[in-house]
């Protein structure tokens, strides 16, 4: 089964579009396609850092005062 696609106004500055409008044309991709494939992208890499986070998540946390007064005690600042 096919899912229907929302259709919505995106507000893009002028040489984005551009850009976009270029990119489509010298792929064979839509616009729409290039946007979709960049709104995926981006969550996809989001849902990386989510799982990053939660592996993580055990691991004690750092003061960032604590950090810069270790760096400059070990004389990297």
Known sequence: ???SN?????YLQPT????????AAETEYSVSELINEAVRNALRE????LDAFEARSGEPSL????VLKKL??????
Do not use: I, P, Q
Request: glycine share 4%.
């Open 16 to 23: 984005y579009h551009r850009a976009l409008r270029v990119k």
């Open 1 to 3: 089964m096919e899912k």
């Open 72 to 77: 400059h005690k070990d004389g990297k600042l």
């Open 6 to 10: 929302k259709r919505v106004t995106v």
């Open 63 to 66: 003061a960032f005062e604590d």
């Open 46 to 49: 989001d849902s990386l850092d």
